[in-house]
């Protein structure tokens, strides 16, 4: 797991999360598909009283970030990979409680990929894609209107715009 001053990160380029993420991609004998579905399950018990998940193993009282890179979001794509590798409803439900972390406290500042809007309406596509549910599709939409009016109102700022 990917330690930075001594702290072992769940998320999806920091985390255990990327490194399980990428390996259900993998062709696995059946001990290794346990090892990883178990170590998918560890993150459904680490989810904190607001929903969201700790940024990392040691912290347990951070409940201001939900970015892709080092926590929830990222771990969020790893329980929706799982529901589909796994076909396990526990995996999809974990899902589910994470998006609606991020359809409350979801809309970030930025417009790029990691610490941002785009990211997180990734999560409500990826969601729609695998249970066909318009209501994920909306959120995904409403983000990336959002995002869109950043990015014009940015290009504005900068002198950019008209």
Not at 30 to 36: C, K, L, T
Not at 67 to 93: N, P
Request: glycine residues 8%; contains cysteine; charged residues 30%.
């Amino acid at each position: 797991m990917y330690e930075w001053y001594g702290e072992k990160y769940w998320g999806a380029a920091h985390g255990l999360a990327r490194i399980i993420n990428v390996l259900m991609d993998m062709e696995l004998k059946p001990d290794e598909v346990e090892d990883v579905k178990g170590n998918s399950e560890i993150h459904d018990k680490q989810s904190i009283s607001s929903g969201k998940y700790p940024l990392s193993e040691d912290d347990r009282k951070s409940d201001v970030l939900v970015h892709w890179c080092h926590e929830a979001l990222g771990i969020t794509f790893t329980h929706v990979k799982a529901a589909k590798v796994f076909g396990d409803k526990e995996f999809l439900d974990a899902a589910m409680e994470a998006e609606e972390v991020f359809w409350n406290r979801g809309l970030l500042k930025k417009v790029g990929i990691c610490h941002s809007i785009s990211r997180n309406a990734y999560v409500f596509q990826s969601l729609c894609q695998l249970t066909r549910d318009v209501k994920h599709l909306y959120r995904a939409k409403a983000f990336a209107c959002f995002l869109l009016d950043k990015a014009h109102k940015l290009i504005s700022e900068i002198g950019g715009g008209y």
